[in-house]
């Protein structure tokens, strides 16, 4: 069972094996999740965590704690996704990794926004911008512009959503990436309809 202490895998074999198995996991959960199957992306959230709770303290054990941190909403019960969502950012941080810590802090504004707790969103997705420019990891970054400007957008903040819609623009002229316009797009014209600006949010894509 997740969570239980398993005996962690010392033979490097085994130890490839399972982390392949745990981001095949992960990948599996984040296509189910887009495909609005709850329940298989609640069960192969659950494999993710199982295969990598054998490797120990790593960054697909980080990354698999924060994928249940999302799942357990589903349930919901906040008090786990609170408890993973808080062991995971530890597990990062202990091990290091910096693309762990981006995807986590990212997973964990994804949530509180969706618990409508606006200001730990924005920290939470803040901290994932500046690792993801840290590490120079230029399409985390364009993911992360949209879902952090949605998080200002929400809490009526419609000036800073706007000024990080400019700063995904400015992103996607210098590394083109068709799906990030349309965020880009897609934000403005939510962010003037939400100011009774529906007019000029139909022009943007006239």
């Known amino acids: 069972l997740v969570g239980m202490s398993p005996t962690v895998v010392d033979d490097p ?16 959960a984040q296509t189910y999740f887009f495909l609005n199957q709850q329940n298989r992306c609640f069960v192969t959230s659950l494999q993710t965590a199982f295969f990598a709770e054998r490797l120990g303290p790593s960054a697909e054990l980080a990354r ?5 941190n999302v799942a357990f909403g589903y349930v919901p019960m906040p008090r786990v996704v609170e408890r993973y969502g808080r062991r995971a950012e530890e597990i990062a941080d202990q091990v290091g990794d910096g693309h762990a810590v981006g995807f986590v802090a990212f997973l964990r504004g994804l949530v509180a926004i969706g618990a409508g707790q606006h200001a730990q969103a924005r920290a939470f997705l803040k901290r994932a911008l500046a690792t993801a420019t840290r590490n120079g990891d230029v399409r985390s970054a364009q993911e992360i512009h949209p879902v952090l400007a949605h998080a200002h957008n929400c809490a009526g903040m419609f000036d800073e959503a706007m000024a990080l819609y400019d700063g995904l623009e400015d992103s996607v002229r210098r590394n083109p990436n068709a799906q990030g316009s349309l965020w880009a797009l897609g934000g403005r014209g939510t962010a003037l309809a939400w100011q009774g600006q529906g007019r000029a949010a139909l022009g943007l894509w006239q």
């Open 13 to 28: 074999v085994e130890r490839h094996r399972l982390r392949e198995a745990s981001l095949a996991a992960e990948r599996l």
């Open 64 to 68: 698999s704690y924060a994928v249940l």
